[in-house]
């Protein structure tokens, strides 16, 4: 299983590194990707140095794809190649998670027009189909509100790939 995480300036600190490590905690593959370069620096000054450059990967390579939020989310949308890359993982029903502010993108984008989805509090009125709940599955979009629900995401996630047992082992070494 390998998953897509592109990462742009002004990310979610917790929401992205969280989710990298919970995944990868439970064997899965995550490939993170900057989309100006390997350089990414986070909301609150983490500077991370990013697996690959987006334009670097292959998009047919991956199951699926994790999007985060924070402050630099709406730079994600303007990247044309990811939202290609998002349009095309939907339209063969891949595997796509949003957390925080990052659901906003699949709402712009036509994708939550008939789907339930949680987004970052506040925010509700800007999607379709708002949920009250810390993480909203529907098919195969899952949802998250923001950075206290980032463990939970990704728990959720690894509950898809791996098994609900999978993310029970992961979710008590967690201590979660």
Known sequence: MNILLPL??????????SVIDVLRRAGLQV?????????????????????????????????ALVLVGGPGYQNLSKSKRLMS??????????TIGAICA????????GILDDRKATIYPG?????S??????????EHIITSQG?????????SLVEKFRGKSEADSVRKSLVA
């Open 102 to 109: 990052a659901p906003l993108i699949l709402a712009n984008l």
């Open 147 to 155: 950075p206290g629900t980032a463990v939970e995401f990704a728990l």
């Open 31 to 63: 490939v993170t990707t900057g989309l100006q370069g390997t350089i990414v620096h986070s909301a609150h000054g983490i500077k991370l140095t990013a697996d690959k450059k987006l334009e670097d990967v292959d998009p047919d390579s991956f199951d």
């Open 8 to 17: 742009v300036d002004g990310f979610e600190d917790i929401e992205a590194v």
């Open 123 to 127: 925010m509700e009125r800007q999607i």
């Open 129 to 138: 189909r708002p949920r009250d709940g810390k993480v909203v599955v529907d």
């Open 85 to 94: 890359i998002v349009l095309k993982y939907n339209e063969e029903k891949k």
